[in-house]
């Protein structure tokens, strides 16, 4: 097979279809138009808390799309906006919690935005503390073995969470017990204000997956058929008893890490600026149009579907209701 060849054939060499390929590319830019658009609305007034994950949508989208959705579980941390829109999560959904509204499906407006959860659609809540929601998923794989049930559990986390000692306990664990987990790294070589030089003395995370007992590999975070890989071998093998593995993917966040956070103070406008010509949505159009899956026309017909999406979404959230003043200690403790 000619280099060309190889080239055109990529996504199908991995057993995505034209049509799962084009819906990885929906998912990665309604993600950036969703994320876009609750910025401005933040700028407005509007949004009181904004995450941003400009950036990290081909890591994102490319590890979640390799899990079954209804059977494996999701377990995002805050960054994770494009993984939770895999997993099920509408953009009305995004905004009703974006807005606090009584009908947001994670947490009821009972949480900030962006600490997603969804039994319905597998997704695990995570809470405030970084690294918290990696001894979950361990846990939770655990289970899975211990129950003898089907499912694999991804978990997704920052570099900097990797310093918290959850994340050690998590991955000793989960390699002393070959659990069905698979651990993701985003690394954007920031934790707010820290560069990754002051997190960790190792030049990657990926490295260290060898302590624990399990293989670490790094992948190119702006390629999204290269985390799709990566994700999709973990998954089969996870699947097939063969225990743990962690995913580094290289990435960057464009905007401050969140609407309260200044930037500015911290890296410089010409890093940032190098970094979006790296752009993984981008990336991945132009390889679509190299081979003929997306012309300029319909690619403008996806931006306008998603741009009325949202129109419609915001437009619903503005009119939704609060949660009642009365609901304020519901789901506090299980109910039945
Ligand atoms: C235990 C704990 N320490 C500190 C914080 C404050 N905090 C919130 S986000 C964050 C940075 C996390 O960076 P990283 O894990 O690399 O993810 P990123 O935001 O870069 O995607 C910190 C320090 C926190 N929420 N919890």
Redesign the pocket.
């Not at 986390?157 to 990797?162: D, W």
């Given at each position: 097979m000619s280099r060309a060849e190889q080239t055109r054939m990529r996504h199908e060499a991995l057993g995505l279809t034209n049509a799962q390929a084009l819906e990885m590319h929906r998912f990665m830019l309604a993600a950036r138009m969703l994320d876009e658009r609750s910025w401005a609305l933040n700028r407005q007034g509007k949004a009181p808390f904004v995450v941003s994950s400009a950036g990290?949508e081909a890591c994102q989208v490319g590890t979640a799309y390799s899990l079954m959705r209804g059977s494996d579980y999701f377990v995002p941390?805050?960054?994770d906006l494009a993984v939770v829109m895999v997993a099920g999560l509408t953009a009305r959904d995004v905004l009703l919690g974006v807005y606090a509204r009584a009908e947001d499906p994670c947490n009821g407006g009972r949480q900030m935005p962006s600490h997603w959860g969804c039994h319905r659609l597998g997704i695990i809540s995570g809470s405030?503390?970084?690294?918290?929601q990696i001894p979950h998923a361990a846990g939770l794989a655990y289970a899975i073995k211990y129950r003898r049930e089907a499912g694999v559990v991804m978990c997704w986390?920052?570099?900097?969470?990797?310093s918290?000692g959850d994340w050690h306990e998590a991955l000793n664990f989960a390699g002393i017990h070959r659990l069905p987990v698979v651990f993701v790294c985003?690394?954007?070589k920031?934790?707010?204000s820290?560069p990754q030089s002051k997190?960790m003395a190792v030049a990657t995370v990926a490295e260290r997956a060898t302590a624990y007992g399990f293989e670490g590999h790094h992948v190119d975070g702006n390629d999204v058929l290269a985390c799709y890989e990566a994700a999709k071998t973990a998954v089969d093998k996870a699947r097939n008893g063969g225990g743990p593995t962690l995913i580094e993917c290289t990435t960057y966040?464009y905007a401050p890490?969140t609407s309260d956070d200044d930037d500015r103070t911290y890296r410089t406008r010409e890093e940032v600026k190098e970094a979006r010509r790296h752009d993984p949505v981008h990336r991945f159009q132009a390889y679509l149009k190299q081979h003929n899956l997306i012309d300029s026309a319909e690619l403008e017909r996806v931006t306008e579907a998603i741009k009325a999406d949202l129109a419609e979404a915001v437009e619903y959230v503005e009119q939704a209701p609060y949660p009642a003043v009365d609901d304020a200690l519901r789901h506090v403790f299980y109910e039945r």
């Open positions: 990290h941390y805050y960054r405030s503390p970084i690294a918290t986390f920052g570099e900097g969470a990797t918290e985003e690394n954007n920031y934790a707010i820290v997190q966040r890490h």
